[in-house]
């Protein structure tokens, strides 16, 4: 079955230090990717998205993604967190030439604690 | 609207009784998806509008499930019969054009209906 895996399911990070969260996708073809992010008691936010182009995109709030097509991935990085981070962060993917290509596809998604 | 509305925000239901939920997108958006969302995990697609043709339903997870769009607007969700298995958030999402494969097209989400079965 197609599939986004995140293999974070917790993570816990002090306030400045350096993020990266994985994420896996299962699909040979041609994909159109995202990250979501959930601030508590919010709805679903676009953080960022890849279509085609430079591998490595930016989104909002200082966060950036790169997408590596030789290893299925899409992980998101942040430099340097804040307390504000601290939210669920989904990454998702279309698959372009499925049958389901009118679907956006979600992991189960990674909490995101920051201690102040 | 300026965003997507979804109402009731909570609702309790009885095991075996119907309930409905409704999704107001934002104006002009052709295209509506809702989703259900488990506790701790991610949104599993359920239905997608284009308009008000239904073109996908293969994530309803049973026939108790129901979908419709009629004017090509507002969209209401029913579950008849609910289970304990139904209880999560539903969530719907509009896009302004047909299908998700431009780049200039993205989900816009709402705060989503929490459905609780006793």
């Known amino acids: 079955a197609q599939s986004v895996s995140q293999h974070n399911h917790h993570v816990i990070l002090s306030e400045a230090a350096s993020l990266e969260l994985g994420c896996n996708y299962s699909?040979?073809?041609?994909?159109?990717l995202f990250w979501y992010v959930q601030y508590p008691g919010q709805h679903l936010q676009l953080l960022l998205k890849?279509?085609?182009?430079?591998?490595l995109v930016k989104g909002i709030k200082g966060f950036e993604a790169e997408f590596i097509k030789s290893k299925f991935s899409f992980n998101l990085r942040k430099p340097s967190v804040q307390w504000s981070d601290t939210a669920e962060y989904f990454c998702?993917?279309?698959?372009?030439?499925?049958?389901?290509?009118?679907?956006?596809?979600f992991g189960s998604g990674t909490r995101l604690s920051i201690r102040p | 609207g300026a965003g997507v509305s979804q109402s009731p925000r909570y609702k309790v239901a009885k095991r075996g009784q119907d309930v409905a939920l409704r999704c107001d997108p934002i104006?002009?958006?052709?295209?509506l998806f809702w989703y259900q969302q488990a506790l701790g995990q991610g949104p599993e697609f359920l239905t997608y509008?284009?308009?008000?043709?239904?073109?996908?339903k293969s994530g309803l997870p049973s026939d108790r499930f129901f979908a419709e769009r009629p004017e090509g607007s507002v969209s209401t969700l029913k579950i008849q019969r609910t289970q304990q298995e139904d209880s999560a958030v539903y969530l719907c999402?509009?896009?302004?054009?047909?299908?998700?494969?431009?780049?200039?097209?993205?989900?816009?989400f709402g705060a989503g209906s929490r459905l609780t079965v006793l």
């Open positions: 999402a509009s896009s302004l054009a047909a299908g998700l494969d431009s780049g200039a097209n993205v989900l816009t």
């Open positions: 998702a993917v279309i698959l372009i030439g499925y049958s389901s290509a009118s679907k956006i596809i």
């Open positions: 509008f284009q308009n008000e043709a239904q073109l996908d």
């Open positions: 104006s002009g958006h052709v295209s």
């Open positions: 890849y279509f085609s182009g430079d591998p």
């Open positions: 699909y040979g073809g041609t994909v159109n």
